[in-house]
C-alpha cells in the first residue's frame, strides 16, 4: 500500500487546455506492448492562446502504420524532419520513410489542441492539427520569444518574414 500527499495542484489542471500552442518536443521513442507501432511524443508548451497551458507536458501518440500515418509526417513536416517532397516520394513509391526519432527532441512546432471526449471525460488533443511555426495557422498563436528566434535562425528566415541575410553586406 502506498500513501500519497494532498496536492495544492488541481490534478483536472495538469493537462494541456484548449488552445493554439508553440510546442518543444521533449523526447520521442517508439512504443512498446500497447503502443507497439506507435510514436511516443512528449512535447512541452513554451507558449500559445491559452496562457494556462504554458509550461504544461504531454505525451501524444502517432500511428507508424496505416491511415494514421500520415498524422506522423505532418509531425516530421512541421519539425522540419521531412518535406512535403520526400512524403509525394515515399507515397509515390509505396515506401516508408526510416527515421531517428530521438532527432525529434529539442524540435519546435505549432499545434491546436481541441476537445475530444474519451471514456467519459474530455481531454485535449492536437489530432491533425499540427504546423510549422511560420504556417498561416500560427500567425495569430503567441510565441516564446528567445525558442522562436532560434527556430528562425536555424530555418533562415527573421523575424517578420523572409528570409534571414546569409552574410553582411559588403562595406562600399
Not at 505525451?59 to 509525394?88: D, P, V, Y
Not at 492536437?126 to 498563436?141: S, V
Request: glycine content about 14%.
Amino acid at each position: 500500500m502506498v500513501k500519497v500527499d494532498a496536492s495544492e495542484t488541481n490534478p483536472n489542471s495538469l493537462y494541456i487546455g484548449q488552445g493554439v500552442y508553440h510546442l518543444m518536443v521533449n523526447s520521442a521513442e517508439e512504443g512498446g506492448g500497447d503502443d507497439a507501432g506507435k510514436l511516443l511524443v512528449n512535447v512541452s508548451v513554451l507558449a500559445g492562446t491559452n496562457p494556462a497551458s504554458v509550461g504544461l507536458s504531454q505525451t501524444e501518440k502517432f500511428q507508424l502504420t496505416g491511415k494514421g500515418a500520415g498524422r506522423t509526417w505532418m509531425l516530421l513536416i512541421a519539425t522540419g524532419l521531412s518535406t512535403q517532397e520526400q512524403w509525394e516520394t515515399a507515397k509515390n513509391a509505396g515506401q516508408g520513410l526510416a527515421f531517428d526519432e530521438a532527432a525529434l527532441a529539442g524540435r519546435q512546432f505549432g499545434a491546436g489542441f481541441e476537445p475530444e471526449p474519451y471514456n467519459g471525460k474530455t481531454y485535449h488533443k492536437m489530432g491533425f492539427r499540427i504546423y510549422r511555426l511560420d504556417a498561416p495557422e500560427m500567425a495569430q498563436c503567441p510565441k516564446e520569444p528567445m525558442a522562436y528566434q532560434l527556430w528562425l535562425n536555424a530555418h533562415g528566415k527573421q523575424q517578420g518574414g523572409g528570409a534571414a541575410p546569409s552574410a553582411p553586406a559588403p562595406a562600399p
